[in-house]
DNA sequence: CTACGTGACGCAAACGGTTGCCGCAAGGAA
DNA sequence: TTCCTTGCGGCAACCGTTTGCGTCACGTAG
């Protein structure tokens, strides 16, 4: 089969814990045979054996990640920024997609668990008493969710959120609508509660719709449902829901801009390339997911000595087009 | 720490060969024992420890999977596919974003060699040698690409293309752009000679822009070229240049559909989104991931006396509204 | 010249399971 | 009753590394 640091041992005339330290631990060896032994093992082809190495040494160089729904063009971006920090440390990353199924969860979480060395998990949807099962697995950290005990980055969506509503009153809107995300969503209640208090601010009369999936034939739904409605503006719990809501909207010859305004909430790439562009409030998944890396590994290193961390970080409103003046009656 | 077997031998009575046995091979031991041995496992919160699993019985239970860009809308439904079906065989998967960066599957390929149970290649742009370097780590097999004595499951461009330069003389329109994805790119290739000999049979003449990178702003670059030529319909080399071609083209003030048809490649889930809809060959990419999935999973079982395995899938129009009739000048 | 410190390396025991092989006891057949 | 079969469970080796500790030789100080 493949090289073992046995063969080299032999290889070279040393023992294979003489071997073990030069290759990972060089400044217990002498540097002379240290080359040696590195130069035959690069000629040998030598891998060390990831699975045996973790296996006496705790490590794995390998750190879990659990999300809701890959698909779900919010997520990739934190993906690839934990998988690029990650990368940068010298782990790998191990991806759990729980489908919006958050049963799942802790299942996922509890096989992973040996085999990384921390666990990131970006789950809006599940319950607060399985996440605290969750929290017992640690070095673990929630993005964009608080667990009490349990560290984590968390997005706050009240200044955007307020930045939005701002905006739209700027523009002359008087009655907003608000498209609900999955009933039990702790993003959905932080969205709620931030549209209801930035709408109570700028006495602004909010509806609610809802609560939609977060996933276009939501939107596509909800669409009607507002068209129906009065508001002249509506502010949907992600990008998803705007969108499909933008699609339909259009379908039904109304003009999203002019005729009514939409934004969303994620700043997903999408947005930009929607038609109109839609406005939405960024949340910086990236960064949340970065900082949730670096968490989790000081956490691995520390041993559990450190207090649970908390991050914040903020998201801002951008502007594009799919917010205008209200349409004169 | 956690609880191993030995405690459960140790809590039982039993050795922990017959606690190993009760629980993952049940025929070898009395039903009783067995069902005694499972409960108190389950009553001390028993969680078998993978990493040792591992290291003697060879499996790993992980699949490994390499893509380019999993920001790219492309892929997440793949990566989804793959995920679902290994998961219903009890595999979980290790995701791999190389970035766009060829040079770094071998190695990332080399160091989850001992830990997964086989690998999936996603890699449209690396090398032919550095594919056959891959090749030797078998079980795997790539998707997308054909690697001579590998399994892969290759999508076959040409029926699409076919339909599209088809559907494109029947809208009347008689020139016809091509922009060209990366230069080393395979998929690229294959597109490249399709679409060249579907324009030939048709009789509608080609004329090719490029190479562009398969991201939104190499569409955006490439907008302004094709506004230039004389083409009155273009064909991308992915949906996400498409999307951006449409985005600039609308920025212009071209309507994509009535002044300028516009097809992309890929039918990602962005497609129906963009404005217009936009018409593409739908490239079968879930379905491809989950054959991907079982054909390295056959390999992985069969221990290399299968025969290298092809499987093909087609491609097909979807036909959406920005291709439209070619306008009268 | 002896004693002791130190650097370089080897020994062997883990890590937590899996698995081939063997022994033992009970049951059935002769 | 005796012998053989069969089922059940234990023993121990093993997977490939890491790592605490011991050994050995050499250099230096007393």
Redesign the pocket.
């Known amino acids: 089969?493949?090289?073992?640091?046995?063969d080299i041992?032999r290889a070279t005339?040393?023992?294979?814990?003489?071997?073990?330290?030069?290759?990972?631990?060089p400044d217990?060896?002498?540097?002379?045979?240290?080359d040696r032994v590195r130069k035959i093992a690069q000629d040998m082809g030598?891998?060390?054996?990831q699975?045996?190495?973790s296996?006496?040494?705790?490590?794995n160089d390998l750190i879990g990640l659990i999300v809701p729904d890959i698909a779900n063009p919010f997520f990739p971006p934190i993906i690839k920024a934990v998988q690029a920090r990650a990368s940068a440390k010298g782990k790998t990353v191990l991806i759990a997609d729980v489908d919006e199924h958050p049963s799942d969860e802790i299942q996922r979480a509890r096989v992973m668990r040996k085999r990384v060395d921390g666990l990131v998990v970006v789950s809006p949807r599940t319950p607060d008493d399985r996440l605290d099962q969750l929290a017992e697995l640690s070095p673990i950290v929630f993005v964009n969710r608080e667990v009490k005990g349990a560290a984590s980055v968390i997005i706050e969506d009240s200044e955007g959120m307020r930045e939005a509503v701002e905006h739209l009153t700027a523009l002359g809107h008087r009655r907003v609508g608000y498209l609900n995300g999955p009933r039990r969503s702790w993003s959905n209640t932080q969205r709620q509660n931030a549209v209801r208090e930035a709408c109570a601010a700028h006495g602004v009369e909010l509806v609610e719709f809802g609560p939609f999936e977060p996933q276009i034939q939501a939107g596509v739904r909800a669409a009607d449902l507002v068209h129906a409605s009065d508001v002249t503006a509506v502010i949907a719990y992600d990008d998803m829901i705007a969108l499909g809501l933008m699609a339909r909207l259009n379908e039904r010859g109304v003009r999203v801009g002019p005729d009514i305004s939409v934004i969303g909430i994620d700043d997903s790439p999408m947005s930009g390339m929607a038609y109109p562009t839609l406005t939405s409030i960024h949340v910086p998944g990236s960064e949340a997911g970065a900082r949730a890396v670096d968490i989790v590994l000081d956490l691995a290193d520390a041993a559990g000595d450190t207090e649970p961390f908390v991050v914040q970080l903020e998201t801002r409103l951008i502007v594009r087009s799919s917010t205008s003046p209200v349409r004169e009656r």
């Open positions: 089969m493949s090289v073992t640091l046995a041992a005339g040393l023992s294979a814990s003489t071997v073990s330290r030069a290759l990972s631990d217990k060896v002498n540097p002379r045979t240290r030598y891998v060390p054996n699975v045996a190495r296996l006496t040494s705790g490590r």
